[in-house]
């Protein structure tokens, strides 16, 4: 059953396509990821299936009901967390998460039983009675992510949730999202976190608001990554640096990352010490070399010729 059916959406604003003739389905209980960079267009087609921003041509149904003529409905089966901040910030982290459930038909009773429960799940409940401005921004976005946790909708579409959140949350989060799975729920899911994506049963990948491929995260790197990935850690990056890096890469493409260089090799054992001698020459020093499965992100790269960040 098709859970999500999006069939040629355009959306423009003047002479920027936003979303460029995309199209394509999420079966129901599946975790489908858009992926791609800020600016991709992702975050505009969430915010169309959610009935938020109408499009512009094209058309788009959430369990049978159109985002446009049939909002109303649609808006009864999603629960839809956007990527900015929504939560009051006069509103302690409890009464935030009340006024949500109540948003979403729950009794007071329920709605104040319910919020307990989910704060103690996101690690909250300490705060709960502190006014959501005096949050940290990380905190913010738990707050808000356990909205998605409220109510019993059958379609969760959420828009960068992991933003702002460190490594260890972010995963226990992406831990929570698989216990929804279990419940039958569908997940729509945006990120330009390549680590993130992988807990996903689909993928696709976003630039420039069309859809450049899709499929399962392994036959993504399969497909456009036949060789090793080499992570460089550097003390220092500079373009001389990443000039003679791409001597060692295939295809001369080298994506530099927080902390380093990522290259592409079918016999890193032979360039890993040739890579040392070079950083060394220019006058940087290697903290940390080794050579890796690849990831989301390296298929990403290798597919689009661009960087995730």
């Not at 509103?91 to 009340?98: H, S």
């Amino acid at each position: 059953m098709k859970v999500i059916e999006v069939n040629g959406l355009v959306k423009t604003y003047g002479n920027i396509r936003a979303v460029d003739s995309v199209s394509f389905s999420v079966e129901k209980n599946e975790f489908f990821a858009l992926m791609g960079p800020n600016g991709s267009g992702k975050s505009t087609l969430a915010s169309i299936i959610a009935t938020v921003n109408p499009p512009t041509e094209g058309s788009a149904k959430v369990m049978g009901f159109d985002v446009v003529s049939e909002a109303e409905k649609v808006r009864k089966v999603i629960n839809y967390i956007p990527a900015f901040n929504f939560s009051s910030p006069y509103l302690n982290g409890e009464e935030n998460l009340m006024f949500y459930a109540q948003l979403l038909g729950l009794s007071r009773s329920k709605a104040k039983e319910a919020s307990k429960i989910i704060l103690n799940k996101v690690g909250l409940s300490e705060a709960s009675k502190k006014l959501a401005f005096t949050y940290s921004s990380g905190m913010r976005r738990r707050l808000e992510i356990a909205s998605a946790f409220m109510g019993e909708a059958p379609v969760l579409i959420l828009d960068e949730p992991t933003t702002g959140l460190d490594p260890s949350i972010r995963r226990t989060m992406m831990g929570w999202l698989i216990e929804e799975l279990s419940k039958g729920v569908t997940i729509l899911f945006t990120t330009h976190i390549g680590e993130d994506a992988e807990a996903a049963s689909k993928v696709a990948f976003m630039m420039k608001g069309k859809i450049a491929a899709e499929g399962t995260p392994q036959e993504l790197k399969d497909k456009y990554v036949k060789e090793s990935t080499v992570y460089l850690k550097v003390t220092a990056k500079m373009a001389k640096l990443t000039e003679a890096l791409k001597n060692f890469s295939i295809d001369s493409k080298v994506l530099e990352t927080e902390d380093g260089y990522r290259l592409y090799s079918d016999k890193p054992e032979k360039v890993i010490p040739l890579i040392v001698e070079t950083v060394d020459k220019i006058g940087c020093k290697v903290l940390e070399i080794e050579s890796t499965k690849p990831t989301l992100e390296d298929a990403f790269f290798k597919m689009t010729g661009a960087s995730l960040g």
